[in-house]
């Protein structure tokens, strides 16, 4: 599936190891439940189209330009908790793990150097991946308030990889403007759409 000279692979985390959009989206609609249910609307749909972004952008994108309305910091932070009370402990279920995706990470983890990088807040994300007990198979989890390609330039940077023996296998096209930007493969997942953009979609038969 990859090129022989692959040797480290950044996974996405939402819609690539874990099912976890449903739970997501219905987490923006009970935060904002008691919004303009148009406007929470286009919000659902800029989430929905912005997959790899961080809670704290999309929380700012509502206010700012689709309530038209001011918000600071601190607000952002307020709401951005009380997202994470709505989908933390869901999510911290091994029912909505991606077979596919997991019965390749367990499989392979010590054939490739792994690491995640995800839109989601790295604290949740970590307590999530220990009570799944997936953390075990990355080298690195990486989240959100850093934005994607600045953590990919990390991992590059911090580990000494080559970024021809790096990828990136993601479900967005946030996913491949962070692989893109730091010129490495970008392999779309579970995204028919993400063809327009890349050279490689997954076919986790290796």
């Known amino acids: ?9 950044i996974f996405d985390f939402d819609g690539v190891i874990l099912d976890s959009i449903p739970v997501k989206t219905e987490a923006f609609r009970k935060l904002f439940g008691d919004f303009d249910k148009e406007k929470v609307d286009s919000l659902i749909n800029y989430h929905l189209q912005n997959g790899g972004k961080s809670r704290y952008l999309k929380i700012e994108y509502f206010f700012k330009n689709i309530l038209q309305k001011d918000i600071d910091n601190n607000k952002i932070l307020e709401y951005a908790k009380k997202y994470s009370i709505l989908t933390k402990q869901e999510l911290s279920n091994p029912k909505y793990l991606i077979d596919d995706s997991i019965n390749f990470i367990k499989n392979n983890y010590k054939n490739f ?94």
């Open 1 to 9: 599936m990859f090129n022989k000279n692959i040797k480290n692979i």
């Open 113 to 206: 150097n792994m690491h995640i990088a995800s839109g989601a807040d790295e604290e949740d994300l970590k307590y999530i991946c220990k009570s799944i007990e997936i953390s075990k198979y990355f080298q690195s989890i990486n989240g959100s308030p850093k934005e994607k390609r600045e953590i990919v330039k990390n991992i590059l940077k911090s580990n000494h990889y080559k970024r021809e023996e790096t990828i990136l296998i993601g479900d967005s096209l946030n996913d491949f403007e962070a692989a893109e930007s730091n010129g490495i493969e970008f392999y779309g997942y579970n995204n028919s759409n993400l063809k327009t953009y890349c050279k490689y979609i997954v076919n986790w038969s290796y």
